[in-house]
């Protein structure tokens, strides 16, 4: 069965409402419960997972330099809605099977506050992971204006618990951006882009083996999970209504595994403004926005002269990446549709200014230290592919230690055949460039051949940025000051099942 597209309104989420707030602090709760959502009107309702009660989690607004304080709470049932890997590391049987961590992806955050994937908990704090300390997050919120995510980030079940809902929109704002006159209020929505699949009666599947079983496993994690739907905001394929202006929208890829490639049917621009780490120096036009999971980009669309049109969102981008298949355009090709329908609520003053802002750019001379990272493609004890991180497992102990204040230069050395979305906690990093090696005169001699020239970072790219694409036979150089915080954090792939299966390490800023 196919649903039927552009049926349903786009969703907004909530924006979460403080518990308490005065001039020093703002306190939040938040609730992880199950429930029932209706994702398709064709659908039965779906048992979800997600914040306050709802999926996507409510938006979180704060001012930059705001301290806020959330107590993240787990009142999830006992049992998971999703199939669980015990094979997989943090997984085992000996730890309960439902567990929650929460990380604000791209924020800067004292280590004990920053979601370490074994600081897990499970239901009224009754039992805690190995690297718990407390309950109450503290996010300082110094950083600039930019758009984040929250989503949970427990070892081992990442993948599961994002697919089930556990993920939302958290933005900071500042008086800088707020001068710029960009589209705001009801124009500025955050989309949250998704890929899923259904069984019969409405309930999310995810697969329990990959597409060749593992005989030995009853469960077995699958290399990478395709839905066969896209949703925005938790509606597969919506429409959403809109003025003839200019609106400003958050895209983000909160897919556990598909690349999107993001283009409009109608052949207009994109004014991209915000990369990873908030405003670019100067808007750029673009056809396509790329995107990994984890990645956002910060537009402007303009609508205006547009009365009476319909606007789809399309994806192009092939699944896996680079090498898997092209999007069936009628299904997965499909993201959402824009309704010029509204009539003009009042004049447009909004802009798209011609200079956003400075941005200081880190010298490749300042970096007092360079690592030459690997990312693996091997096989593990069941045949499963098996993506290492400079060839070391989880629980390897910890080679990355920068220095805190220093600046450093990570190659990513790409060995295998897939883009791998690498994460870093903790800092925003420059890309330096992207260059094409010999990857088997690599494995044998462990020396890095180039075989093309330094690509530079594509216009989209150049901002701060807190998740880089490593492509395959390329090494991708990030540049990065380590800071202002030190203790333990992690850096990883954010292909989810990637992640969840190894392909994630811890490093500690050391004074
Ligand atoms: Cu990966």
């Keep these: 069965m196919i649903l039927s597209k552009f049926v349903d309104k786009l969703p907004i989420p909530p924006v979460l409402k403080p518990c308490r707030k005065d001039p020093f602090h703002t306190y939040y709760k938040v609730n992880m419960t199950e429930f029932k959502q209706s994702l398709h009107s064709e659908l039965n309702d779906t048992t979800v997972w997600g914040y306050e009660g709802s999926y996507p989690g409510p938006t979180i607004e704060v001012e930059s330099g705001e301290k806020v304080f959330i107590k993240w709470i787990n009142n999830l049932p ?244 680079p090498g898997g298949a092209s999007p069936n355009p009628n299904t997965v090709g499909t993201v959402m549709q824009f309704r010029v329908t509204l009539p003009l609520s009042s004049i447009d003053t909004s802009v798209i200014p011609s200079y956003l802002g400075s941005l200081p750019k880190l010298r490749e001379q300042s970096a007092s230290k360079i690592r030459y990272l690997t990312l693996d493609d091997i096989t593990d004890q069941y045949g499963r592919e098996w993506m290492l991180l400079d060839g070391k497992r989880w629980d390897a102990p910890i080679t990355e230690n920068p220095k805190l204040g220093s600046t450093e230069i990570w190659y990513l050395i790409n060995l295998t055949t897939d883009t791998h979305p690498i994460h870093i906690h903790l800092v925003d990093f420059q890309i330096l460039d992207r260059r094409a090696f010999d990857v088997e005169r690599f494995k044998k001699e462990r020396v890095i051949h180039y075989t093309g020239p330094s690509i530079p970072p594509e216009p989209q790219e150049r901002g701060w940025k807190d998740t880089v694409r490593a492509n395959p036979n390329q090494v991708t150089r990030i540049i990065m000051r380590f800071g202002p915080y030190t203790g333990l954090y992690v850096w990883h792939c954010h292909i989810l099942e990637h992640e969840d299966y190894e392909m994630m390490r811890p490093f500690v800023v050391i004074r």
């Design 78 to 321: 006992a049992k998971h809605l999703l199939p669980v890997d015990y094979t997989v590391h943090g997984a085992h049987m000996d730890v309960p099977e439902v567990r929650t961590v929460v990380h604000v992806h791209g924020a800067s955050v004292e280590p004990e506050s920053d979601g370490y994937p074994e600081a897990w908990f499970t239901k009224g704090f009754k039992q805690v992971g190995p690297y718990y300390t407390k309950k109450v997050y503290r996010y300082d919120n110094y950083m600039r204006a930019c758009t984040l995510w929250y989503h949970d980030h427990a070892l081992g079940i990442t993948r599961l618990n994002v697919y089930a809902g556990l993920a939302g929109f958290y933005l900071i704002r500042d008086q800088q951006e707020r001068l710029l006159n960009l589209p705001c209020g009801p124009y500025e929505i955050p989309l949250m882009i998704q890929d899923k699949s259904f069984n019969k009666d409405g309930s999310l599947f995810y697969p329990k083996q990959p597409e060749k079983p593992i005989p030995q496993l009853e469960t077995s994690i699958v290399p990478e999970f395709i839905g066969n739907t896209n949703l925005v905001n938790g509606k597969v394929w919506p429409y959403l209504k809109v003025e003839p202006r200019k609106y400003r929208f958050r895209l983000l890829n909160a897919s556990n595994t598909r690349f999107y490639r993001l283009k409009l049917d109608s052949g207009q621009f994109f004014y991209q403004i915000g990369t990873d780490g908030g405003l670019m120096e100067y808007p750029i036009g673009v056809k396509e926005i790329m995107l990994a999971p984890a990645e956002r980009a910060d537009v402007i669309i303009d609508f205006t002269n547009l009365e009476g049109k319909n606007i789809i969102m399309t994806n192009d981008a092939p699944a896996p990446f």
